[in-house]
């Protein structure tokens, strides 16, 4: 599997495993988990600078949602701000070094710039830590992990 179809295979398995139920009330929008909601209703729609936005207000509203970084994370990457989505995806593995995904979303954003090492790095944690689809990847380039 080509390193650009992992990064969408993570990038969608995630989205779709840290979404949470979608809600039509009008008056969401006050705790960090409606901001959440409503950012992952955008990005599913497309409109990647308004979930971003939301992502935002979540992680203003509770400094410690890691799954907000986390898809805050991911839709900067969307829009090619990968320092911005490694700075996310980095605050993910520090406040929980086994977020599985994190490690192998920030592993596609280094393969993307160019930082052969790191990416290699995290696609390995990724596969210790039981990404099927890494080592899978990493299974057929022969490297071990």
Not at 81 to 103: F, G, N, Q, T
């Amino acid at each position: 599997m080509p390193i650009k179809s992992l990064c969408y295979v993570v990038i969608v398995a995630a989205l779709v495993f840290f979404a949470p139920g979608c809600s039509d009330n009008p008056n969401e929008g006050t705790s960090a988990k409606e901001y959440y909601t409503r950012a992952f209703s955008f990005a599913h729609a497309g409109n990647i600078e308004e979930a971003i936005n939301l992502y935002t207000l979540a992680i203003e509203k509770d400094p410690e949602f890691i799954d907000a970084y986390y898809n805050r994370g991911v839709m900067n990457f969307f829009l090619r701000e990968y320092k911005r989505a490694i700075e996310d995806l980095s605050r993910v593995i520090e406040k929980r070094p086994d977020h599985v995904m994190a490690y192998a979303s920030r592993g596609s954003v280094y393969d993307k710039i160019g930082d052969d090492q790191k990416a290699l790095s995290d696609f390995r944690r990724a596969a210790q830590l039981g990404d099927k689809d890494v080592q899978e990847h990493l299974r057929s380039k022969g490297i071990s992990w």
